[in-house]
């Protein structure tokens, strides 16, 4: 647990780092929504601001008063306890408010919740509830980067967000496999540092001998697997994956465009070449199934790559594991409308672990678990084989 003065700097950087995103962006980038998962950066903003409103400042800070009395319905996403809202697929018909309307929303939020921090020694209950707040705006701004190149790249003129954003860190090294013998190891967070509720129960797990890859499956790899015809082979797709590809005519990771007989991608820097060396990126659980099904290999549980992360590098990539995302032992939601925030979630789902080059800083660990439906793949999504 940090510290109220360390709090006060989490805090400011968190709030700073998501404007700096969206400045890149046209005010009319501020609205788009392309399908369901994919929200408006300007929701993104607001919704962030709200979370800080109604956990934090509404409760604790005598004598707030809102800033509008139509926030919680417009920014609120999937806490049915909390109040009505307006649906996930209406986020992108919110022309108002304004773009201007929601930096004074958060200008004015901000400024409230640092008052709060500045003028008394806070109780632990609430300097933890703004740490979770500073991490769930952590989390948005991963989303706002994901979101972004997709509202960017379903744009038919591809148009660039900035040169500054690096998503291909090519692993510059030969793939080797790193072997971990058969026991018990220790699985979950057993820190004090920061996690979320679905991290807790440290528990032992047995593993069988196993081995798992030292580097990131590549573009070059993949495109194999594409020209050997693995998009018609059903043998080695689950049914749903099989269905869901040919419903959506599925042939290459999102993004991929064949122009003039030549794989290119879009990234936040345009359409270029596909990198052969860099590493595959935007695929499902789906795909990345029946890919190591292809090579006669499999996807690591989560638990056999925790248990083997410190042995490779990770962090570029969310990395899909064979787990369905589950409850560990003894796991117990939070109180109140934050219960909501992981438990709820947890069916039909797939743990995907490491982190990708949208994940903010101090905001990852080896025990973080991510979790999406098997058809996604707008998030920086790829693959570690282990046999």
């Known amino acids: 647990m940090q510290s109220q003065q360390e709090l ?16 890149f962006l046209e005010t009319e980038d501020y609205v788009v929504q392309p399908i369901v998962d994919v929200s408006p950066p300007k929701w993104h903003l607001g919704h962030t601001t709200w979370f800080f409103e109604e956990f934090v400042l509404k409760p604790h800070k005598p004598g707030y008063k809102l800033f509008d009395e139509n926030s919680a319905y417009v920014f609120n996403s999937y806490y049915e306890s909390v109040g009505e809202k307006v ?10 408010p304004t773009v201007a309307w929601v930096y004074d929303y958060r200008t004015y939020v901000s400024k ?5 921090m ?10 933890e509830l703004i740490e979770i707040g500073c991490h769930h705006e952590k989390q948005h701004q991963e989303l706002l980067y994901t979101d972004i190149k997709y509202i960017l790249g379903n744009n038919p003129l591809f148009p660039k967000y900035n040169d500054q954003f690096k998503e291909n860190p090519i692993e510059d090294f030969k793939a080797e496999w790193i072997k971990l013998s058969e026991g018990l190891y220790e699985i979950g967070h057993n820190t004090n540092d920061f996690c979320y509720d679905n991290e807790l ?4 797990v047995f593993l069988d ?3 798992i890859s030292s580097k990131l499956l590549t573009n070059a790899e993949y495109l194999e697997f594409m020209e050997s015809g693995g998009y018609n082979d059903v043998l080695l797709w689950h049914a749903e994956g099989w269905d869901w590809i040919n419903n959506n005519k599925i042939n290459s990771p999102l993004y991929w465009h064949k122009i003039e007989g030549e794989w290119h991608s879009y990234g936040l820097n345009g359409l270029h070449p596909v990198i052969p060396e860099a590493p595959v990126t935007h695929i499902s659980y789906f795909e990345a199934f029946a890919y190591a099904q292809w090579r006669g290999l499999r996807l690591p549980t989560e638990f056999e790559w925790e248990a083997a992360n410190e042995y490779f590098k990770w962090g570029s990539r969310w990395e899909w594991t064979e787990s369905a995302y589950s409850p560990y032992p003894g796991y117990t ?3 109140g409308a934050l219960g909501e925030y992981n438990g709820k979630f947890m069916v039909n789902q797939k743990v995907l672990r490491g982190g990708s080059v949208a994940t903010s800083k101090n905001h990852t660990r080896p025990t ?5 439906h098997p058809q996604l793949r707008w998030q920086f999504t790829g693959l570690r084989l282990a046999k």
């Open 8 to 23: 006060i700097s989490f805090f400011n950087e968190t709030r700073a780092r998501s404007e700096l995103i969206c400045s």
């Open 333 to 335: 939601k939070a109180p």
């Open 209 to 211: 001998d196993f081995v």
């Open 368 to 372: 973080y678990r991510n979790f999406f």
């Open 87 to 96: 649906i996930r697929t209406n986020r992108g018909n919110l022309s108002r």
């Open 118 to 127: 500045k003028s008394e020694e806070l109780s632990e209950e609430i300097l």
């Open 112 to 116: 409230a919740l640092q008052e709060l």
């Open 201 to 204: 129960g440290q528990h032992k």
